[in-house]
């Protein structure tokens, strides 16, 4: 039993948070013709008379005046005002009682204050007949009155004498973000595709050309073919060191022995080997990543120079993205094979001077013997 009161509570809590959230419709004004004022017939109502202010403009007050009919009044009639009010973002507020006052329960009155940027006021009258055992009734019966405001958006069109498009871009000055004086006229130019809603004009972003891309293709292409050209004129003729152990004295001279280098084992001659392909990878990834990163600043500093929309502006960054990814993978090929030629230098190496030094050993124990 506990648990379904918490739960009820909880379920008419949301319903309060939901209720009091502005309500998001487009602001279409359910099909009526923008600009033009939805008002009552007053022959059709209990009212005598309405008046209300024509034109509302933004943060001023929207007032009306009835007055109820001799049937009306006569039965102790009671008014209560709903107002609501959307803007031209597409926003409706919720429906609210408005605080209306009467001196002698014949005449009403009422005053709303606006918001900014709003596009128009909803209104109607609920009417409680005191003598009729309180029976109520709407005007209209179903939807608002309605009163413009004196700049409105309605299914895309702009209108209204307080819409003051200094630039002629089609964007009226208190939404127009981008109020540049150099904007051409109207008649000079496409807005649907040079401006946007915003008012800022729709810069086509520069990118790398056709004729770009075929030069850095072949540059590619050139240094892979450098690189095989090298590659097929690179020899490995092999040297020989000698080693002079010379002993010179005043008397005798000593005879000198040369100590041949030993024949390169078929293993050194592999490691040497991959130690030159390592050499030239390496190099091959140096040109990449110089290319690599000058692409990076490049991108980089046409994002922060260049003026671009919203989406030009998400591609751009995501080529940026990809780029840096692309040089952080190649430092890292770049350090990598840096690393495997250092290891297999060392290798190779290390196997000569054992080689050198097991057969200078071998010649002075034999020169001992002797």
């Known amino acids: 039993m506990r648990g379904e009161k918490e739960g009820l509570t909880f379920f008419l809590m949301a319903l309060f948070i939901i209720c009091s959230l502005p309500i998001t419709s487009p602001v279409s004004a359910s099909g009526d013709e923008g600009g033009v004022n939805v008002d009552p017939v007053v022959e059709q109502t209990i009212f005598q008379s309405i008046n209300h202010t024509d034109v509302t403009t933004d943060l001023g007050n929207w007032e009306i005046t009835v007055t109820l009919n001799n049937d009306a009044f006569n039965n102790n009639t009671t008014l209560d005002l709903i107002t609501q009010i959307c803007n031209n973002d597409g926003i409706c507020w919720p429906p609210e009682y408005a605080v209306i006052t009467s001196e002698d329960n014949l005449t009403f009155t009422s005053s709303v204050t606006t918001i900014e940027n709003h596009a128009y006021v909803n209104w109607k009258f609920e009417a409680t007949y005191s003598d009729d055992n309180g029976i109520t009734e709407m005007f209209p019966s179903s939807g608002f009155y309605k009163t413009w405001s004196d700049c409105w958006l309605n299914d895309g069109e702009w209108g209204g004498d307080g819409c003051t498009d200094s630039d002629h871009d089609g964007v009226h000055d208190e939404i127009d973000q981008c109020p540049s004086s150099d904007n051409p006229a109207p008649s000079d130019m496409d807005k649907s595709s040079e401006v946007d809603s915003n008012g800022c004009f729709v810069e086509t972003v520069e990118s790398v050309s056709d004729s770009e891309l075929a030069a850095v293709f072949l540059g590619v292409i050139f240094i892979i073919a450098v690189v095989i050209f090298g590659v097929g004129k690179v020899r490995n003729p092999k040297q020989e060191q000698l080693f002079y152990s010379n002993t010179q004295s005043e008397r005798s001279p000593v005879p000198q022995h040369f100590v041949p280098k030993p024949q390169a084992s078929s293993r050194e001659r592999q490691l040497e080997n991959q130690s030159k392909q390592a050499q030239i990878e390496t ?24 003026q671009m929309s919203d989406v030009a502006l998400t591609q751009k960054q995501h080529e940026l993205a990809v780029a840096l990814q692309e040089k952080e993978e190649l430092e890292a090929k770049l350090a990598e094979a840096e690393k495997n030629t250092h290891i297999v230098q060392n290798i190779t190496y290390n196997i000569q001077d054992s080689a050198i030094s097991g057969d200078i050993t071998n010649k002075i124990n034999l020169n001992e013997l002797e």
Request: hydrophobic content about 35%; cysteine-free; glycine content about 0%.
């Open 283 to 306: 190099q091959r990834l140096r040109q990449l990543l110089a290319n690599q990163t000058q692409l990076t600043q490049q991108l980089q500093s046409e994002a922060v120079q260049k």
